[in-house]
């Protein structure tokens, strides 16, 4: 069974720093994809950031670019968010997903998301 755990969140102030991590464990296959997503109040889920293992192609949503990084870590299947230069609109539940191989389709798996605030 796969589990997705995620870390990183918390409250910071404008223009601050964050990072997050995501873990997917119970597989013996590399991930397809993995990445974040973001849900904030009132509004609908949205794709802040995804990274394709096979070529490390990285997709940002424009309102990120420049501004948050996602990048392979360790263990295997991990995934990290650097998120600098943080807006009050970056205000979100943070979801992390990760696509599954299976024969000539994905699985798609997620976390139970972790809160990211910014406020002064």
């Known amino acids: 069974q796969v589990q997705l755990v995620e870390s990183g969140g918390g409250l910071v102030q404008p223009g601050g720093s964050l990072r997050l991590s995501c873990t997917a464990s119970g597989s013996a296959f590399i991930m397809a994809h993995m990445g974040w997503y973001r849900q904030a109040i009132g509004k609908e889920r949205e794709l802040v950031a995804s990274?394709?293992?096979?070529?490390?192609?990285?997709n940002y949503a424009e309102s990120v670019k420049g501004r948050f990084t996602i990048s392979r870590s360790s263990p295997k299947n991990t995934v990290d968010l650097q998120m600098n230069s943080l807006k009050p609109d970056d205000t979100a539940v943070y979801y992390c997903y990760a696509a599954l191989p299976v024969g000539g389709g994905e699985i798609n798996y997620w976390g139970q998301g972790t809160q990211v605030t910014v406020s002064s």
């Open positions: 990274l394709t293992t096979s070529d490390s192609t990285e």
